[in-house]
């Protein structure tokens, strides 16, 4: 298979497709290593999740390095390394603290004589499927506490974003004990992976969302779906408008737009919508691409080059419609890679498709209402549920707006918080997920699959307690 490079529009990468039978052999080769990892226990598991994070840092150079090609950013790459290593640090700490706290003394039951005792076993094969948006972070985040809870772990990352697995697989050697591997390859892989585990996480579009819930309905495994947003941010008339604007500009455009969590709809009260909107398009102005030089600037092209032109259709769908645009609007082709300048609209209405579609890009679409009222109801009438977010002049009153928001995660006084905290325990609504939080504990716990061993210590019954004719 081959990749494109995000910065030049070629296919300047191939690698090895994974084939079914490639996949069923290192399936079986984890299955084979999981007891011995599992028999570890939690500090001799966290022992080695530290002394991977010490290759990974080691090797930081190299794997920023390839990543920084998968996405044409080196800022955001080096970013995702350290954060690989304080994952793997979080869990090695917290792990054993939670497998400490397990109660596994014998509890009485509710029926007369019985006990009841836990004991907890990992899921033995987990498996993850990974988007290209942050390659390096989104094919480990489940694996990590996956990990932690005594499974092995087979990943498949992106194909639109591969070459990092090849430094990742050098670090890897360096711990052989350790049971994670990654198969290479796009939705047929994905697809084999899901026959070959025993416990699937998918991070990705809400489309694909579902076939992957569909074909792990048919093995009868856990699915657990982290998928798309169109996140609302709510601005009250209260707010400092050009505070607003900054926080508002930041948490939309971020690695491009290209992030579930991004701010893809803006709702500001209007006695403050003219200084936030001057203030937005001012601000959105002055951020650069990072073309010609790739040092410096804030926005890189797009990774993934059909993303541009779905993100500039949603853009001329609003102008035709009535929208004005106050900063940006047309993606532009620079040395073969795709830019777009942060894109601010102005006058959009609910039914435009910039409004109802994941944009995935740095657009900003603002509604100026009268109404806090019907703000709110805009702001939770999408399909979506994954995040959320709430500016105003005090802490109190954004938290009050924010208990009618129906999303996951909602952040007060800022904007996509749940990119920068990983102990928010929060569960997607409607079509951005399924299933426990992959933050917080839950993250670790869902691995987990609890027996009750159930002690009789009175008498067992005889049949005769069923025979008919006694009541
Ligand atoms: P995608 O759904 O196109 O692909 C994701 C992964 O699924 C890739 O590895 C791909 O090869 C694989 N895949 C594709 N078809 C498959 C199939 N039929 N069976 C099994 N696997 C298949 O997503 P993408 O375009 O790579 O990523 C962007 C999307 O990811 C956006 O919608 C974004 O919101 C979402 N996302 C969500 C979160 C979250 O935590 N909720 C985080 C990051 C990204």
Request: hydrophobic share 45%; glycine share 8%.
């Amino acid at each position: 298979m081959k990749a494109r490079n995000p910065r030049t529009g070629e296919e300047d990468y191939e690698f090895a497709e994974s084939s079914r039978e490639d996949i069923a052999a290192e399936a079986a080769r984890l299955r084979a290593a999981q007891p011995a990892w599992e028999a570890l226990g939690p500090d001799g598991r966290a022992a080695v999740l530290s002394k991977f994070a010490d290759a990974v840092e080691a090797a930081a150079p190299q794997i920023a390095a390839a990543l920084t090609i998968d996405t044409g950013r080196s800022a955001v790459a080096w970013i995702e390394v350290d954060g690989l290593a304080r994952n793997l640090r979080k869990w090695a700490a917290r792990g054993p603290e939670l497998f400490a706290g397990l109660d596994c003394h014998p509890q009485p039951s509710l029926t007369p004589g019985v006990e009841i005792v836990a004991d907890y076993a990992a899921y033995p094969l987990f498996g993850a499927i990974a988007p290209w948006n942050f390659p390096v972070i989104l094919s480990h985040i489940d694996a990590v506490p996956a990990l932690m809870a005594g499974s092995a772990a087979l990943v498949k990352p992106s194909e639109v974003t591969p070459r990092f697995a090849e430094p990742m697989r050098e670090v890897l050697a360096q711990v052989p004990e350790l049971p994670l591997s990654y198969v290479m390859g796009g939705p047929e892989v994905g697809q084999a992976l899901i026959e070959e585990v025993d416990y699937i996480c998918f991070t990705g579009s809400t489309g694909t969302g579902r076939k992957v819930a569909e074909a792990a309905a048919r093995q009868l495994i856990p699915a657990n779906l982290e998928l798309g947003g169109k996140d609302p941010m709510i601005i009250t008339a209260s707010a400092d408008p050009e505070w607003a604007a900054g926080v508002a500009l930041r948490s939309s455009i971020v690695a491009t737009g290209q992030a579930c969590q991004s701010i893809e709809r803006v709702y500001v009260a209007r006695e403050i919508a003219e200084p936030f909107l001057a203030a937005l398009a001012e601000a959105a102005r002055a951020v650069e691409i990072t073309y010609p030089d790739p040092s410096s600037g804030h926005l890189g092209p797009f990774i993934f080059p059909a993303q541009a032109g779905k993100v500039q259709a949603q853009i001329d769908d609003a102008t035709a419609k009535g929208a004005r645009v106050l900063a940006g609007g047309t993606v532009e082709t620079l040395g073969g890679g795709k830019y777009l300048r942060p894109t601010v609209l102005a006058d959009v209405a609910p039914e435009m498709t910039v409004m109802r579609e994941e944009t995935f890009g740095p657009v900003i679409p603002v509604t100026v209402f009268d109404d806090l009222d019907v703000a709110i109801s805009q702001a939770n009438d999408t399909e979506y549920g994954l995040s959320a977010a709430v500016l105003a002049g005090s802490l109190e009153e954004a938290a009050e707006v924010g208990s009618r928001l129906e999303a996951g995660a909602i952040s007060l006084q800022d904007g996509a918080l749940t990119s920068m905290v990983g102990d928010a325990t929060n569960h997607s609504r409607k079509a951005s997920g399924l299933g426990p939080s992959r933050m917080g504990d839950e993250g670790m716990m869902r691995f987990l699959r609890r027996r009750a061993l159930i002690r009789q210590t009175g008498d067992a019954m005889t049949i005769a307690a069923y025979a008919e004719g006694q009541s």
